[in-house]
């Protein structure tokens, strides 16, 4: 029996990763008491009814009960059939409250700091920081829409094999702020810059005309091979220390050109090995008249 606990921080997607894992064919609970898990767990295992790929969401609501998360937690991973993971949706301070204003709900500490969003969201953080040390998956919604939270998802649990690495691959602009989910990052901006290139400056690394360019260079073949070197021999270690995801993010000024060309390129060597991969180009839409890639 697969057991997926979901949790993370109040508005950053929660209840849409739920729907999304109940549309692929877990069986969802939001808002469990944590004490109660392993002993829904045991009825799962009792029930006539074949129940083998399960999803709680346990979040800050549960109040003093949250504490009791990891505890659940400890037991469950002891539990013989039981296959447990954690999964970490988070999101910025800035974006979490503008969600908020928009949707026009309180937050769950709302009362308990006289409605102050920040105090609420640093208190939250710190109550969660635990579980995010210990989370198997994390995903960080800041910016992504719902469809594309909705396809990371499905990607990432979908006929999923319990013991298999699911490599992400992005690039981004460091002028947006570097990735805050990132494992390994990689920054390319030592390399020549298409963007100054008349021809190719409306054009992105997902083209040939800029992948071309931007490998034409001895200095990019070179830092090729050495980030591939890097990155073959650190997969096989990570599998083994039995990580499930991995983000290798590539960033160059403004996640257009390089930073997107070496995405591409890595993510076609790491699919020709048989590994599952993610795409994802994080500010290839973004001011595509001023920006400098």
């Known amino acids: 029996m697969k057991l997926l606990i979901v949790t993370g921080m109040s508005g950053s997607g929660k209840s849409s990763v739920m729907d999304v894992l109940e549309d692929i064919g877990y069986y969802c609970i939001d808002n469990i008491p944590p004490k109660l898990i392993p002993r829904f767990v045991d009825l799962c295992h009792k029930s006539d009814n074949q129940i083998d790929k399960v999803a709680v969401a346990v979040d ?67 109550q969660l920081a635990q579980l995010r040390e210990i989370a198997d998956y994390y995903v960080e919604t800041s910016e992504l829409s719902a469809s594309q939270l909705k396809e990371q998802i499905k990607e990432l649990f979908l006929s999923k094999n319990s013991d298999s690495l699911v490599v992400k691959i992005m690039s981004f602009g460091f002028k947006y702020g570097v990735s805050t989910e990132s494992d390994l990052v990689f920054d390319v901006r030592c390399l020549p810059n298409p963007y100054y290139v008349d021809e190719l400056r409306g054009h992105t690394g997902c083209e040939s005309c800029v992948r071309d360019y931007v490998m034409s260079f001895e200095q990019s073949k070179v830092l ?42 890595v993510a076609k060597h790491l699919v020709e090995n048989d590994y599952r991969v993610q795409k994802y180009h994080r500010d290839i839409t973004k001011d595509s008249k001023t920006d400098k890639r």
């Not at 979490?96 to 009362?111: A, F, S, V, W």
């Not at 599998?239 to 390129?265: M, N, P, Y």
């Open 224 to 265: 090729f091979d050495k980030i591939i070197d890097l990155i073959d021999y650190l997969l096989p270690l990570y599998i083994h220390e039995g990580k499930s995801q991995l983000v290798i993010a590539f960033g160059c000024t403004g996640g257009k050109h390089r930073s997107i060309t070496f995405a591409e390129l």
């Open 60 to 126: 800050i609501r549960t109040g003093d009960m949250f504490a009791e998360i990891i505890l659940a937690w400890q037991a469950l991973r002891t539990e013989e059939g039981v296959d447990v993971k954690v999964l970490f949706i988070e999101a910025s301070d800035e974006v979490l409250i503008k969600r908020y204003k928009e949707t026009r709900r309180k937050h769950p500490l709302d009362e308990k700091f006289s409605g102050n969003m920040h105090e609420a969201i640093n208190y939250e953080r710190e």
